[in-house]
Protein backbone atom coordinates (compact mmCIF):
# COMPACT_ATOMS: atom_id res chain seq x y z
CA UNK A 1 0.00 0.00 0.00
CA UNK A 2 1.84 3.52 -0.99
CA UNK A 3 0.55 6.71 0.84
CA UNK A 4 2.21 9.88 -0.69
CA UNK A 5 2.49 13.31 1.52
CA UNK A 6 2.64 15.94 -1.14
CA UNK A 7 4.16 19.53 -0.75
CA UNK A 8 5.11 19.39 2.85
CA UNK A 9 5.94 23.14 3.61
CA UNK A 10 8.94 22.24 5.57
CA UNK A 11 10.39 18.72 6.13
CA UNK A 12 12.66 17.71 9.16
CA UNK A 13 14.46 14.77 8.06
CA UNK A 14 16.90 14.47 10.89
CA UNK A 15 18.75 12.12 9.03
CA UNK A 16 21.69 10.43 10.52
CA UNK A 17 23.65 9.30 7.44
CA UNK A 18 24.18 5.53 8.79
CA UNK A 19 25.29 6.65 12.17
CA UNK A 20 23.50 5.88 15.35
CA UNK A 21 23.22 9.40 16.75
CA UNK A 22 24.51 13.19 16.09
CA UNK A 23 26.34 14.77 18.10
CA UNK A 24 28.36 17.85 18.85
CA UNK A 25 27.53 20.59 16.07
CA UNK A 26 25.82 17.67 13.90
CA UNK A 27 22.65 17.82 16.61
CA UNK A 28 21.72 21.13 14.45
CA UNK A 29 21.46 20.11 11.79
CA UNK A 30 18.26 18.71 10.47
CA UNK A 31 18.43 18.13 7.28
CA UNK A 32 15.79 20.17 6.18
CA UNK A 33 14.20 20.02 2.75
CA UNK A 34 11.63 22.87 1.99
CA UNK A 35 8.80 21.95 -0.31
CA UNK A 36 8.97 18.39 0.30
CA UNK A 37 6.95 14.75 -0.86
CA UNK A 38 7.84 11.67 1.00
CA UNK A 39 6.52 8.40 -0.34
CA UNK A 40 5.68 5.38 2.19
CA UNK A 41 4.88 2.21 0.55
CA UNK A 42 4.43 -1.13 3.24
CA UNK A 43 5.18 1.09 6.24
CA UNK A 44 8.68 2.08 5.25
CA UNK A 45 10.03 5.44 3.53
CA UNK A 46 10.40 4.38 -0.08
CA UNK A 47 11.19 7.57 -1.40
CA UNK A 48 12.18 11.52 -0.09
CA UNK A 49 12.65 14.86 -1.88
CA UNK A 50 11.88 17.97 -3.17
CA UNK A 51 8.40 17.99 -4.28
CA UNK A 52 7.05 17.60 -7.64
CA UNK A 53 10.90 15.44 -8.07
CA UNK A 54 9.22 11.99 -7.96
CA UNK A 55 9.67 9.75 -11.27
CA UNK A 56 7.85 6.68 -11.79
CA UNK A 57 4.51 6.25 -11.63
CA UNK A 58 2.21 5.89 -8.62
CA UNK A 59 -0.26 2.55 -7.72
CA UNK A 60 -3.60 3.51 -8.93
CA UNK A 61 -4.98 2.93 -5.51
CA UNK A 62 -2.15 5.28 -3.53
CA UNK A 63 -3.14 7.99 -0.80
CA UNK A 64 -2.22 11.16 -1.26
CA UNK A 65 -2.13 13.45 1.12
CA UNK A 66 -1.60 16.82 0.98
CA UNK A 67 0.60 18.59 3.41
CA UNK A 68 1.27 22.07 2.12
CA UNK A 69 -0.23 23.82 5.43
CA UNK A 70 2.10 21.45 7.13
CA UNK A 71 5.33 20.92 8.80
CA UNK A 72 6.79 17.29 9.16
CA UNK A 73 9.28 15.18 11.66
CA UNK A 74 9.84 12.05 12.50
CA UNK A 75 7.49 10.82 15.03
CA UNK A 76 9.06 11.28 18.76
CA UNK A 77 10.75 8.55 20.48
CA UNK A 78 10.05 9.04 24.53
CA UNK A 79 13.44 6.84 25.62
CA UNK A 80 12.23 6.82 29.45
CA UNK A 81 8.89 6.58 30.81
CA UNK A 82 7.52 5.26 34.04
CA UNK A 83 4.42 5.09 32.03
CA UNK A 84 2.55 1.77 33.54
CA UNK A 85 0.99 2.76 37.21
CA UNK A 86 -1.92 3.08 38.99
CA UNK A 87 -3.16 5.38 41.51
CA UNK A 88 -1.79 8.96 41.56
CA UNK A 89 0.14 11.27 44.23
CA UNK A 90 -1.26 14.90 43.59
CA UNK A 91 -1.14 14.56 47.61
CA UNK A 92 2.77 14.97 47.30
CA UNK A 93 2.31 17.25 44.86
CA UNK A 94 0.77 19.54 46.70
CA UNK A 95 3.13 19.22 49.69
CA UNK A 96 6.14 19.95 47.17
CA UNK A 97 4.72 23.37 46.65
CA UNK A 98 4.39 23.75 50.41
CA UNK A 99 8.47 23.14 50.71
CA UNK A 100 8.70 18.86 51.12
CA UNK A 101 11.67 17.71 49.24
CA UNK A 102 11.01 14.31 46.89
CA UNK A 103 13.34 12.77 49.36
CA UNK A 104 11.20 14.06 52.49
CA UNK A 105 8.26 12.86 51.32
CA UNK A 106 9.81 9.61 50.43
CA UNK A 107 10.92 9.28 53.47
CA UNK A 108 7.26 9.87 55.37
CA UNK A 109 5.77 6.82 53.50
CA UNK A 110 5.30 8.97 49.74
CA UNK A 111 6.70 8.23 47.04
CA UNK A 112 7.95 5.14 44.77
CA UNK A 113 6.61 2.89 47.48
CA UNK A 114 3.10 4.91 47.60
CA UNK A 115 2.28 4.03 43.58
CA UNK A 116 4.18 0.64 44.48
CA UNK A 117 1.14 -0.18 47.38
CA UNK A 118 -1.69 1.26 43.79
CA UNK A 119 0.13 -0.47 41.40
CA UNK A 120 0.79 -4.05 43.64
CA UNK A 121 -2.70 -4.32 44.20
CA UNK A 122 -4.57 -3.24 40.20
CA UNK A 123 -5.12 -6.57 38.15
CA UNK A 124 -3.55 -6.80 34.58
CA UNK A 125 -6.62 -5.79 32.65
CA UNK A 126 -6.61 -2.31 34.76
CA UNK A 127 -2.92 -1.78 34.32
CA UNK A 128 -3.73 -2.21 30.36
CA UNK A 129 -6.89 -0.07 30.03
CA UNK A 130 -5.07 3.09 31.94
CA UNK A 131 -1.83 2.81 29.98
CA UNK A 132 -3.68 2.28 26.61
CA UNK A 133 -5.50 5.90 27.26
CA UNK A 134 -2.22 6.96 28.15
CA UNK A 135 -0.54 5.75 25.15
CA UNK A 136 -3.50 7.49 22.84
CA UNK A 137 -2.91 10.71 24.35
CA UNK A 138 0.91 10.30 23.73
CA UNK A 139 0.40 9.77 20.58
CA UNK A 140 -1.81 12.75 19.76
CA UNK A 141 1.15 14.58 20.70
CA UNK A 142 3.77 13.20 18.67
CA UNK A 143 5.33 10.26 19.97
CA UNK A 144 5.11 7.33 18.37
CA UNK A 145 7.69 5.31 20.36
CA UNK A 146 7.87 4.85 23.79
CA UNK A 147 10.49 3.11 26.40
CA UNK A 148 8.20 1.62 29.69
CA UNK A 149 9.96 0.75 32.71
CA UNK A 150 8.40 -2.05 35.46
CA UNK A 151 9.49 -0.69 39.11
CA UNK A 152 6.09 -0.42 40.69
CA UNK A 153 5.66 -4.06 41.61
CA UNK A 154 8.90 -4.78 43.50
CA UNK A 155 8.04 -8.56 43.84
CA UNK A 156 8.55 -11.30 41.40
CA UNK A 157 4.90 -11.67 40.41
CA UNK A 158 4.22 -8.25 40.59
CA UNK A 159 7.22 -6.99 38.58
CA UNK A 160 5.83 -10.24 35.68
CA UNK A 161 2.50 -8.69 35.98
CA UNK A 162 3.88 -5.15 35.22
CA UNK A 163 6.07 -6.68 32.17
CA UNK A 164 3.48 -9.01 30.62
CA UNK A 165 1.19 -5.68 30.41
CA UNK A 166 3.80 -3.68 29.08
CA UNK A 167 4.13 -6.63 26.30
CA UNK A 168 0.97 -7.09 25.63
CA UNK A 169 0.27 -3.19 25.04
CA UNK A 170 3.16 -3.34 22.34
CA UNK A 171 1.07 -6.35 20.60
CA UNK A 172 -2.64 -4.32 21.03
CA UNK A 173 -1.88 -0.64 20.50
CA UNK A 174 -0.25 1.23 17.42
CA UNK A 175 2.45 2.64 19.62
CA UNK A 176 5.81 1.49 19.41
CA UNK A 177 6.58 -0.02 22.75
CA UNK A 178 10.08 -1.02 24.13
CA UNK A 179 10.13 -3.16 27.63
CA UNK A 180 12.21 -2.28 30.53
CA UNK A 181 13.00 -4.36 33.68
CA UNK A 182 13.28 -1.80 36.97
CA UNK A 183 13.06 -4.15 39.97
CA UNK A 184 15.57 -2.67 41.28
CA UNK A 185 13.44 0.88 41.30
CA UNK A 186 13.49 0.95 45.30
CA UNK A 187 13.97 -1.49 48.26
CA UNK A 188 10.39 -2.70 49.01
CA UNK A 189 9.56 -2.52 52.78
CA UNK A 190 9.53 -6.14 52.93
CA UNK A 191 13.53 -6.07 52.58
CA UNK A 192 14.11 -2.80 54.27
CA UNK A 193 16.74 -4.58 56.85
CA UNK A 194 18.09 -6.91 54.42
CA UNK A 195 18.48 -4.79 51.00
CA UNK A 196 21.16 -7.29 49.99
CA UNK A 197 18.81 -10.22 49.66
CA UNK A 198 16.41 -8.03 47.52
CA UNK A 199 19.37 -7.93 45.13
CA UNK A 200 19.76 -11.73 45.31
CA UNK A 201 15.93 -12.11 44.65
CA UNK A 202 16.63 -9.70 41.65
CA UNK A 203 19.26 -11.54 40.09
CA UNK A 204 18.71 -15.51 41.15
CA UNK A 205 14.58 -15.17 41.13
CA UNK A 206 13.49 -12.40 38.97
CA UNK A 207 16.18 -11.83 36.13
CA UNK A 208 16.06 -15.49 34.53
CA UNK A 209 12.22 -15.74 34.42
CA UNK A 210 12.32 -12.07 32.27
CA UNK A 211 15.00 -13.49 30.23
CA UNK A 212 13.78 -17.05 29.73
CA UNK A 213 10.18 -15.19 28.66
CA UNK A 214 12.00 -12.21 27.01
CA UNK A 215 9.92 -10.17 28.83
CA UNK A 216 12.44 -7.07 29.16
CA UNK A 217 14.63 -5.23 26.33
CA UNK A 218 16.88 -3.47 28.88
CA UNK A 219 17.68 -3.62 32.55
CA UNK A 220 17.89 -0.43 34.94
CA UNK A 221 18.76 0.40 38.09
CA UNK A 222 17.74 3.72 40.37
CA UNK A 223 21.58 4.05 41.51
CA UNK A 224 21.09 6.65 43.84
CA UNK A 225 21.49 6.85 47.86
CA UNK A 226 19.09 5.36 49.89
CA UNK A 227 18.40 3.07 46.64
CA UNK A 228 20.70 0.77 45.15
CA UNK A 229 24.70 1.48 45.65
CA UNK A 230 27.23 1.31 42.84
CA UNK A 231 28.18 -2.21 43.89
CA UNK A 232 24.82 -3.29 43.61
CA UNK A 233 23.97 -1.43 40.58
CA UNK A 234 26.78 -3.27 39.12
CA UNK A 235 25.82 -7.14 40.31
CA UNK A 236 22.42 -6.56 38.77
CA UNK A 237 23.27 -4.80 35.58
CA UNK A 238 26.12 -7.53 34.46
CA UNK A 239 23.73 -10.42 35.87
CA UNK A 240 21.48 -9.11 33.31
CA UNK A 241 23.81 -8.71 30.59
CA UNK A 242 25.14 -12.48 31.17
CA UNK A 243 21.48 -12.91 29.55
CA UNK A 244 21.83 -10.02 26.87
CA UNK A 245 19.59 -7.74 28.61
CA UNK A 246 21.46 -4.52 27.57
CA UNK A 247 21.81 -2.02 30.89
CA UNK A 248 20.69 1.40 31.33
CA UNK A 249 21.37 3.73 34.37
CA UNK A 250 19.13 6.43 36.56
CA UNK A 251 22.27 8.32 37.48
CA UNK A 252 23.20 11.09 39.73
CA UNK A 253 19.94 12.22 39.63
CA UNK A 254 20.15 13.64 43.63
CA UNK A 255 23.59 12.89 44.64
CA UNK A 256 26.69 11.74 42.82
CA UNK A 257 27.82 8.24 43.75
CA UNK A 258 29.14 7.08 41.18
CA UNK A 259 26.20 6.21 38.78
CA UNK A 260 27.39 7.61 35.58
CA UNK A 261 30.92 6.66 35.97
CA UNK A 262 29.18 3.20 36.27
CA UNK A 263 27.11 3.53 32.99
CA UNK A 264 30.82 4.44 31.61
CA UNK A 265 32.48 0.93 32.89
CA UNK A 266 29.68 -1.22 31.49
CA UNK A 267 29.15 0.42 28.54
CA UNK A 268 25.32 0.88 29.27
CA UNK A 269 22.90 1.34 26.40
CA UNK A 270 22.32 5.22 28.33
CA UNK A 271 22.98 7.03 31.90
CA UNK A 272 19.43 9.07 32.29
CA UNK A 273 18.91 12.41 34.48
CA UNK A 274 22.61 13.73 35.40
CA UNK A 275 21.54 16.56 37.48
CA UNK A 276 24.39 15.67 39.67
CA UNK A 277 27.04 14.79 37.02
CA UNK A 278 30.35 16.04 36.83
CA UNK A 279 33.34 17.03 34.92
CA UNK A 280 34.89 13.97 35.35
CA UNK A 281 32.09 11.79 34.83
CA UNK A 282 31.64 13.83 31.49
CA UNK A 283 35.25 12.87 30.63
CA UNK A 284 34.36 9.05 31.20
CA UNK A 285 31.33 9.08 29.00
CA UNK A 286 33.14 9.96 25.83
CA UNK A 287 35.18 7.80 25.62
CA UNK A 288 32.22 5.36 25.13
CA UNK A 289 28.76 5.61 22.85
CA UNK A 290 26.44 5.75 25.70
CA UNK A 291 23.89 8.23 25.13
CA UNK A 292 22.98 10.48 27.73
CA UNK A 293 19.46 10.89 28.73
CA UNK A 294 18.33 14.10 29.97
CA UNK A 295 14.96 14.72 31.79
CA UNK A 296 14.05 18.07 31.52
CA UNK A 297 10.44 17.80 32.87
CA UNK A 298 11.68 16.52 36.09
CA UNK A 299 14.03 19.60 37.27
CA UNK A 300 11.01 21.72 36.37
CA UNK A 301 7.97 19.66 38.17
CA UNK A 302 10.64 19.07 41.07
CA UNK A 303 12.00 22.61 40.92
CA UNK A 304 15.76 21.64 41.47
CA UNK A 305 18.74 22.04 39.21
CA UNK A 306 18.61 20.74 35.80
CA UNK A 307 21.11 18.61 33.85
CA UNK A 308 24.35 20.21 32.31
CA UNK A 309 22.97 19.64 28.85
CA UNK A 310 25.42 22.30 27.24
CA UNK A 311 28.30 20.92 28.56
CA UNK A 312 27.49 17.42 27.84
CA UNK A 313 26.74 18.60 24.14
CA UNK A 314 29.83 20.81 24.06
CA UNK A 315 31.54 17.49 25.07
CA UNK A 316 30.87 15.72 22.25
CA UNK A 317 28.73 13.27 24.11
CA UNK A 318 25.48 12.24 21.75
CA UNK A 319 22.16 13.80 24.16
CA UNK A 320 18.74 12.90 24.24
CA UNK A 321 15.34 14.20 26.13
CA UNK A 322 12.85 11.81 27.36
CA UNK A 323 9.37 12.62 29.59
CA UNK A 324 10.17 10.24 32.52
CA UNK A 325 6.56 10.52 32.85
CA UNK A 326 5.62 9.54 36.22
CA UNK A 327 3.11 10.37 39.08
CA UNK A 328 6.20 11.55 41.38
CA UNK A 329 8.75 13.52 39.53
CA UNK A 330 7.51 14.36 36.45
CA UNK A 331 3.10 13.86 35.18
CA UNK A 332 3.68 14.97 31.68
CA UNK A 333 4.11 12.84 28.64
CA UNK A 334 4.23 16.26 26.27
CA UNK A 335 7.48 15.81 24.64
CA UNK A 336 6.71 18.70 22.90
CA UNK A 337 7.38 20.80 26.32
CA UNK A 338 10.24 18.86 27.45
CA UNK A 339 11.60 20.47 24.71
CA UNK A 340 11.05 24.07 25.44
CA UNK A 341 11.92 23.14 29.13
CA UNK A 342 15.16 22.17 27.30
CA UNK A 343 15.27 25.20 25.06
CA UNK A 344 14.62 28.00 27.77
CA UNK A 345 16.31 25.99 30.79
CA UNK A 346 19.26 24.69 29.87
CA UNK A 347 20.10 26.47 26.71
CA UNK A 348 19.46 23.55 23.82
CA UNK A 349 18.97 24.85 20.71
CA UNK A 350 15.58 24.12 19.05
CA UNK A 351 17.39 21.77 16.68
CA UNK A 352 19.48 20.33 18.99
CA UNK A 353 16.12 19.80 21.34
CA UNK A 354 14.39 18.26 17.96
CA UNK A 355 17.26 15.83 17.32
CA UNK A 356 17.42 14.77 21.05
CA UNK A 357 14.16 13.85 20.56
CA UNK A 358 13.92 11.53 17.65
CA UNK A 359 17.13 10.28 16.62
CA UNK A 360 19.35 10.49 19.56
CA UNK A 361 16.82 9.40 21.11
CA UNK A 362 16.24 6.33 19.02
CA UNK A 363 19.75 5.58 20.04
CA UNK A 364 19.46 5.48 23.83
CA UNK A 365 16.92 2.37 22.86
CA UNK A 366 19.26 1.11 20.08
CA UNK A 367 16.89 1.32 17.50
CA UNK A 368 17.81 4.27 15.27
CA UNK A 369 18.51 1.97 12.21
CA UNK A 370 14.74 1.57 12.30
CA UNK A 371 13.33 4.94 13.17
CA UNK A 372 14.25 8.17 14.71
CA UNK A 373 14.38 10.01 11.41
CA UNK A 374 13.07 10.43 7.78
CA UNK A 375 15.25 8.29 5.56
CA UNK A 376 14.71 5.53 3.09
CA UNK A 377 13.94 1.75 4.47
CA UNK A 378 13.13 3.12 8.05
CA UNK A 379 10.13 2.92 9.52
CA UNK A 380 7.52 5.22 8.56
CA UNK A 381 6.62 7.40 11.23
CA UNK A 382 5.92 10.65 10.43
CA UNK A 383 3.90 13.48 12.35
CA UNK A 384 2.29 17.08 10.43
CA UNK A 385 2.07 20.04 12.74
CA UNK A 386 -0.16 23.01 12.11
CA UNK A 387 2.93 25.45 12.18
CA UNK A 388 4.24 28.07 9.82
CA UNK A 389 8.04 26.54 11.09
CA UNK A 390 9.60 23.82 12.83
CA UNK A 391 10.48 26.04 15.48
CA UNK A 392 7.16 26.69 16.40
CA UNK A 393 7.18 23.34 18.01
CA UNK A 394 9.23 24.24 21.22
CA UNK A 395 8.27 27.80 20.89
CA UNK A 396 4.84 27.99 20.92
CA UNK A 397 4.15 25.83 24.56
CA UNK A 398 1.11 24.47 25.79
CA UNK A 399 -1.01 23.89 23.24
CA UNK A 400 -1.15 21.14 21.07
CA UNK A 401 -0.12 21.47 17.48
CA UNK A 402 -0.11 18.28 16.37
CA UNK A 403 -2.04 18.31 12.95
CA UNK A 404 -1.98 14.24 11.68
CA UNK A 405 0.31 11.11 13.02
CA UNK A 406 0.94 8.64 10.43
CA UNK A 407 2.41 5.42 12.37
CA UNK A 408 4.26 2.80 10.54
CA UNK A 409 2.23 4.01 7.00
CA UNK A 410 -0.95 4.41 8.74
CA UNK A 411 -2.70 7.17 9.18
CA UNK A 412 -4.22 7.47 12.41
CA UNK A 413 -7.29 8.57 13.42
CA UNK A 414 -8.23 9.75 17.08
O1 LIG B 1 13.08 8.90 37.40
N1 LIG B 1 14.09 8.40 40.24
C1 LIG B 1 13.45 7.39 40.14
N2 LIG B 1 12.31 7.20 39.45
C2 LIG B 1 11.48 8.24 38.95
C3 LIG B 1 10.52 8.73 39.97
C4 LIG B 1 9.48 7.70 40.23
C5 LIG B 1 8.43 8.11 41.23
O2 LIG B 1 8.60 9.07 41.99
O3 LIG B 1 7.41 7.39 41.25
C6 LIG B 1 12.36 9.31 38.34
O4 LIG B 1 12.37 10.47 38.72
Not at 247 to 262: E, P, V, Y
Request: glycine fraction near 8%; include cysteine; charge should be negative.
Amino acid sequence: MQLLIKNIRQLVTVKSNGRPFRRGSDMRDLGIIEHADVLIEDGLFRWIGASGTLTGTLDEDADILDASEYVALPGFVDAHTHLLFAGSREKEFAMRVEGKSYQEIADAGGGIISTVTATRSASKKELKKIASKRLDEMMKLGTTTVEIKSGYGLDADSEIKMLEAINELSEEHFMTIVPTFLGAHAIPNEYKSNPQAYVETICERMLPYIAKRKLARFCDVFCETGYFTVEQSRQILQKAESFGIQSKLHADQFSQIGASRLGAELKSVSVDHLEQIDEGAITGLKQTDCVAVVLPGVSFFLHYGYPPARKIIDAGIPLAIASNFNPGSCMSFSMPMMMTIACTQMNMTPEEAITASTLNAAAALKMSDTIGSIEIGKQADIVLYDVPHYRHIPYFFGSNQVAKIIKKGTLLEF
